[in-house]
C-alpha cells in the first residue's frame, strides 16, 4: 500500500507562485504513474497533469499548460507542482495521484487511479 501526502499549499495573489509536494511511502515510487488534479467548489475533480514513473513524460491540460510544471525526484519518492502565473480559476483542493500498473503512459482520468492524497487547499485572490 502506498500513502500520499501533500503540501505546500495555501494562499497566493493572481500573478503568484507555489509549489506543492506529493512524498509517497513504499519503495515502488519509481514504478508509479503520478498525476495531479484539482477540485473546485461545485466542480468535480479535474485533470492537471501526469508524470511517468521514470519522469520522461509529462502531460498537461490546456487550462494550465505553460505555467505549471509537474517533476518528480524518484530519490526522495516525491513529486512535485510549480505553479507560476496563478489566476483565481485555479483554487480549489489538489490532489496527487499514483497509478501502479502504467508506469509509462500518461494517465489522465481519475478512475485509473490507484492511490490519493488526502488534498491541499490553494487559494488565488484577484
Known amino acids: 500500500q502506498v500513502q500520499l501526502v501533500e503540501s505546500g499549499g495555501g494562499l497566493a495573489q493572481a500573478g503568484g507562485s507555489l509549489r506543492l509536494s506529493c512524498a509517497a511511502s513504499?519503495?515502488?515510487?519509481?514504478?508509479?504513474?503520478m498525476g495531479w488534479f484539482r477540485q473546485a467548489p461545485g466542480k468535480e475533480r479535474e485533470f492537471v497533469a501526469t508524470i511517468t514513473g521514470s519522469g520522461g513524460t509529462t502531460y498537461y491540460a490546456d487550462s494550465v499548460k505553460g505555467r505549471f510544471t509537474i517533476s518528480r525526484d524518484n530519490a526522495k519518492n516525491t513529486v512535485y507542482l510549480q505553479m507560476n502565473n496563478l489566476k483565481p480559476e485555479d483554487t480549489g483542493i489538489y490532489y496527487c495521484?499514483?497509478?501502479?500498473?502504467?508506469?509509462?503512459?500518461?494517465?489522465?482520468?481519475?478512475?485509473?487511479?490507484?492511490?490519493w492524497g488526502q488534498g491541499i487547499q490553494v487559494t488565488v485572490s484577484s
Open positions: 495521484a499514483g497509478n501502479r500498473r502504467l508506469t509509462a503512459v500518461v494517465i489522465t482520468t481519475t478512475g485509473e487511479y490507484d492511490y
Open positions: 513504499g519503495r515502488t515510487f519509481s514504478r508509479l504513474s
